[in-house]
């Protein structure tokens, strides 16, 4: 829709390259200006008229002040109607809880971008299958669904975990990545440290 009325700004495909896009209408709330006006801080606005109504399109850039900004614009709009969010190219679910979720990922983001070294926050030493310690380079992935990886699955390890991501729905943090998903060797971990 956007694509067609605005052709050099499309929000949707902005998602591939940012952190998050947030489309909203006029809407009679009392929080429409200031809505309006966190939009606007973002690395990339645009108001589109489509007939005698205007939709507002944000595009949040991979940073900790713009996670700040999609916060509280999510919070401020998440229940309106005509309220859209989209990640990674996707358009997020509606109902609340995945909104909820959207927020919560942006705000662990936020969390880690404070750090000095990101994988400070994100990532942490679990065992699995009470054998093997390995690198959680997930904060928001709960130990009790880490047990649920298992070599009696067709699927790698790794893929396992991208996939408890996706069940997460914090699949799409820009820090997340799956492939640091793997065994504790002594040697690695000691050459992959930072000072």
């Not at 605005?6 to 998602?15: C, S």
């Not at 589109?48 to 399109?57: D, E, N, Q, R, S």
């Not at 009696?152 to 492939?179: E, G, I």
């Amino acid at each position: 829709m956007a694509q067609d009325l605005v052709p050099d700004f499309d929000p949707i495909e902005e998602t591939k390259n940012n952190l998050v896009s947030i489309v909203f209408a006029k809407s009679s709330s009392s929080y429409y200006t200031f809505a309006v006006g966190v939009a606007q801080g973002a690395d990339k606005y645009r108001e589109i008229t489509v007939g005698k109504g205007i939709i507002h399109a944000a595009v949040f850039s991979k940073t900790k002040d713009q996670a700040s900004r999609a916060i509280s614009l999510i919070d401020l709009v998440e229940k309106w109607q005509g309220a859209q969010i989209f990640l990674d190219g996707d358009l997020a679910a509606k109902e609340y809880e995945h909104y909820g979720a959207v927020s919560n990922v942006l705000k662990c983001f936020s969390m880690a971008s404070s750090c000095d070294d990101w994988r400070a926050y994100c990532f942490r030493i679990e065992k699995i299958m009470a054998v093997q310690s390995y690198i959680v380079p997930c904060r928001m992935i709960e130990l009790h669904l880490l047990k649920n990886i298992t070599d009696l699955h067709p699927s790698s390890f790794r893929n396992q975990f991208q996939a408890l991501s996706v069940t997460k729905k914090c699949h799409w943090c820009p820090l997340f990545k799956a492939d640091s998903f793997r065994p504790v060797v002594v040697q690695d971990w000691l050459s992959n440290r930072t000072p």
